[in-house]
């Protein structure tokens, strides 16, 4: 069974960065796509970026796209999320998710669905706070 369990959360002063961390166990496949919700306070989750572990490709929020980089490390079977130049809105509750059982596809249209489509996604980790604040 694959769990997912997330670090690197904290507080942060605006402007500043952090990496997360999803460790994935469990994990035997090759073929995966793990990705990055947020949830803040009194609003809904929301996708942030997903990778494909086919070709790597990747997808990102409109409001993080520049700042935020998702990468994998095929060999821990862990994926990054690089935060820079953080802002109080980027607070937030973040949440690994993994979809395992979709087959593999190349580009990013399936990271795309993901990214609004819950009912794809297999597993779910824990959460780990970022709070952005001066």
């Known amino acids: 069974q694959v769990q997912l369990v997330e670090s690197g959360g904290g507080l942060v002063h605006p402007g500043g960065s952090l990496r997360l961390s999803c460790a994935a166990s469990?994990?035997?496949?090759?073929?995966?796509?793990i990705g990055w919700f947020r949830q803040a306070p009194g609003k809904e989750r929301e996708g942030v970026s997903f990778?494909?572990?086919?070709?790597?490709?990747?997808v990102y929020a409109y409001s993080v796209e520049g700042r935020f980089t998702i990468s994998r490390d095929d060999t821990e079977r862990t994926v990054y999320l690089q935060m820079n130049s953080l802002q109080p809105e980027d607070t937030a509750v973040y949440y690994c998710?993994?979809?395992?059982?979709?087959?593999?596809?190349?580009?990013?249209?399936?990271?795309?669905?993901?990214?609004?489509?819950?009912?794809?996604?297999?597993?779910w980790g824990q959460g780990t706070l970022v709070t952005v604040s001066s």
């Open positions: 998710a993994a979809d395992l059982d979709s087959p593999p596809q190349y580009g990013s249209t399936w990271l795309r669905v993901l990214m609004g489509a819950n009912p794809y996604l297999d597993v």
């Open positions: 469990g994990l035997t496949s090759n073929y995966y796509y």
């Open positions: 990778i494909s572990s086919t070709d790597g490709s990747t």
